[in-house]
């Protein structure tokens, strides 16, 4: 009988226990049960939220996956809550490593867009957001996105209405071996944000608020081939929501950080395949 050739979603599970090796030690401490590894962890997260579902629903699915289990190793499946205290174990920083290996499986040439984009928060019950105060009903999402593969680079997320102006400098002195030419609509028009990036040896390409008939020839003598590709992060940011969910399932700020930061992980590995 002719061998079954590997699917999308068997390849995208080898690609993330890759990575997943190579970012993590095997267990967490030397005092850990050793009954599930962090990079099986960090592959069911990954494959969570790929499959845009919940921790019964993924489990469930699993048992009928033998060769998604032996690809990571899986003898016997973990329980929904195992899932759920390693997503609040692993740090922030545990992701950033993962998507910064994700960016070196995509070309890049250094032609970075960035956009930002809202995600709501709609599974916060009405009576948590009361309770906690929480007047912000939506993350703002700050994407850095190559142009010539869609690799997100980078992410910045905040619960604030923050100005899109603030937010691009942390981005910029955060991957300035990255970016080369730096994208922006008029939302980025700010002198600052320009020195900054001159600064670190990166071509500010951001279309200037048309107050003067000054900033209108500015605006004419964009190079316009270059800047047409700024809306490849639009299109990147379109693709998550459709894709991996136009909403956050965490209750907590910061667990909504880490899922976000884990579907940019996963866009990744989906683009390398």
């Not at 700010?190 to 390409?205: F, G, M, S, T, W």
């Amino acid at each position: 009988m002719q061998a079954l050739p590997k699917s999308q979603l068997l390849r995208f599970v080898e690609q993330a226990y890759h990575l997943a090796r190579r970012a993590v030690a095997r267990y967490s401490s030397k005092f850990s049960k050793q009954r599930y590894t962090l990079h099986q962890h960090i592959v069911l997260l990954c494959l969570k939220v790929r499959k845009n579902t919940t921790y019964r629903t993924l489990l469930d699915e699993l048992i009928e996956m033998p060769r998604i289990r032996r690809a990571i190793e899986l003898v016997e499946l973990p329980s929904p809550s195992t899932l759920c205290k390693a997503f609040n174990r692993l740090d922030m920083a545990v992701w950033r490593v993962l998507l910064n290996l994700s960016v070196t499986l995509l070309p890049t040439n250094g032609v970075v867009g960035i956009d930002a984009s809202g995600f709501d928060r709609s599974h916060a019950s009405k009576h948590y957001t009361e309770r906690t105060k929480l007047t912000i009903q939506q993350l703002k999402v700050t994407l850095l996105v190559d142009t010539r593969s869609n690799a997100i680079i980078d992410l910045y997320v905040t619960t604030t209405r923050k100005h899109d102006s603030q937010i691009a400098p942390s981005l910029i002195k955060r991957n300035t071996g990255e970016v080369a030419v730096l994208l922006g609509d008029k939302g980025y028009d700010d002198q600052k944000i320009r020195r900054l990036a001159r600064h670190h040896e990166v071509r500010p390409l951001i279309k200037h608020r048309e107050f003067t008939s000054l900033h209108k020839a500015w605006n004419a003598r964009l190079d316009g081939a270059l800047y047409g590709q700024r809306s490849q992060s639009e299109t990147v940011n379109s693709t998550l929501k459709r894709k991996y969910g136009a909403f956050v399932r965490s209750r907590r700020w910061w667990k909504q950080f880490r899922e976000l930061n884990i579907a940019c992980l996963v866009h990744n590995l989906d683009r390398s395949l």
